[in-house]
């Protein structure tokens, strides 16, 4: 399920109003410095028997605080649907079905009834995917439909918003 173009289709055909945009990378950065930081408060802790624990606790913490801080900056590196006007971050949200409420499911999202299908009981079948991309403080929604057919999901309609 190609998520990436669907992202895609979303900035060209909303003229601007939904644009690829980053979170902000001080959390990380401020994990990661903590990490360095009990790497060097490491250095001045004196080498004895007394406190060789607490040298390989401060250790094992520091090396654990590094790595989570640089794949959480890498996860933050990549762009997410920012809706410009509300401000805020577009929340996803995958809708499964089996195959046979194929026409039904196609049905509401080409009318753009997506109050309607958000109250479908969903499958635990990902036959019919219906991905959501919707705006916390306003009626913003984009959804599109993929099924899954011959071991690959593809595109069962075109990417379909209201504002």
Known sequence: MSKYD??????ALTHGMVVSRRRSLLPPLVVTTAGVAMFVIN???EPTADNSNLK???VLFAAIFVGVGVVYAMVRRMGRPFHTKDGCFLSKKEYKFFKE?????VDLVKRRDFATLRSLPTDGVSAVTVVMYTSPRSGFCA???FEYEEMEIHPA???IWQA
């Open 56 to 58: 390989s606790a401060i």
């Open 6 to 11: 669907m992202c895609e289709a979303m900035y």
């Open 101 to 105: 409420r194929k026409a039904e499911v």
């Open 157 to 159: 309609t075109e990417l």
């Open 143 to 145: 959804a599109q439909v």
């Open 43 to 45: 250095l001045f802790i």
